[in-house]
């Protein structure tokens, strides 16, 4: 996996900020090798985590740091998560099909998860993945209805998805120090990488902006400098 150069991230972001959090990082897994990758919403959930996580590395190394609160007693606690770890993970890519009740199911993709981001009641929502995912749809009165889905075919079938693409959620375990809680938390990476993505962007603009009010060069030049060129011009600007 390539990293992003300057003038893509910029283009990225700007193409991205009025965008689904959910389509930001398929956009910028697509950005990167569109021919060969194809379209990243379509994937299962696992391969889409592990691209994000070698993009990550490529662009900005493979350890991720961030915050989190505590879920009893808000302390704020520091998390470090190694993105080299998903290669020591299989991610089913394809697959057999998961059975459940007669019926076959395939694994969830991007594209399954945005027809249900919006759904507020989660039983409802896993359900309509559930008919989306199925390899033997039906409609109309063959439909089944929420009724007809027991809590238990909903477990059933999320912990057969799991253990086909254990990628699909990336979980941190966390042991609050101030309260002794334990929970685990999920970590969104598109989310995660997009913000670094964001961030890289308003700085590198900041030094265009600087740049080119202390030279008078256009943005393209700047951008097209060597990091470590533009930070010996920046430094000469404050000095």
């Known amino acids: 996996m390539r990293a ?3 003038s893509e991230l ?8 009025a965008l689904h959090p ?3 990082g398929l956009l910028a897994l697509n950005a990167v090798d569109p021919s060969r990758h194809g379209d990243a919403a379509d994937w299962p959930v696992g391969q889409r985590n592990r691209a994000l996580a070698q993009l990550r590395t490529a662009c900005f190394g493979p350890a991720l ?8 007693c808000r302390e704020q606690l520091e998390f470090e998560w ?6 020591e993970n299989a991610s089913c890519e394809c697959g057999e ?3 459940l009740r007669g019926r076959a199911f395939r694994l969830p993709t991007s594209r399954d998860l945005a027809q249900v981001a919006t759904e507020p009641d989660p039983r409802t929502a896993a359900i309509r993945l559930m008919e989306q995912c199925s390899l033997d749809p039906r409609t109309g009165a063959e439909q089944q209805t929420s009724s007809e889905w027991t809590e238990a075919d909903i477990d059933a079938l999320g912990e057969q998805m799991a253990l086909a693409d254990p990628l699909a959620e990336v979980a941190l375990h966390f042991d609050c120090p101030a309260c002794g809680t334990s929970f685990d938390e999920r970590l969104d990476l ?5 913000a670094e993505i964001e961030g890289q962007a308003k700085r590198l603009l900041l030094e265009v902006h600087t740049l080119a009010s202390a ?3 256009s943005e393209a030049e700047i951008v097209s400098l060597a990091p470590a060129r533009r930070g010996f011009y920046l430094a000469m600007v404050h000095a």
Do not use: K, S
């Open 4 to 6: 992003l150069a300057q």
């Open 10 to 17: 910029l283009a990225l972001w700007e193409t991205g900020r």
């Open 22 to 24: 959910l389509d930001r």
């Open 65 to 72: 740091r961030g915050w989190t609160e505590c879920a009893q």
């Open 82 to 87: 190694d993105a080299r770890g998903v290669n």
């Open 97 to 99: 099909p998961i059975l």
């Open 190 to 194: 598109a989310a995660f990488l997009w």
């Open 215 to 217: 030279y008078g060069w």
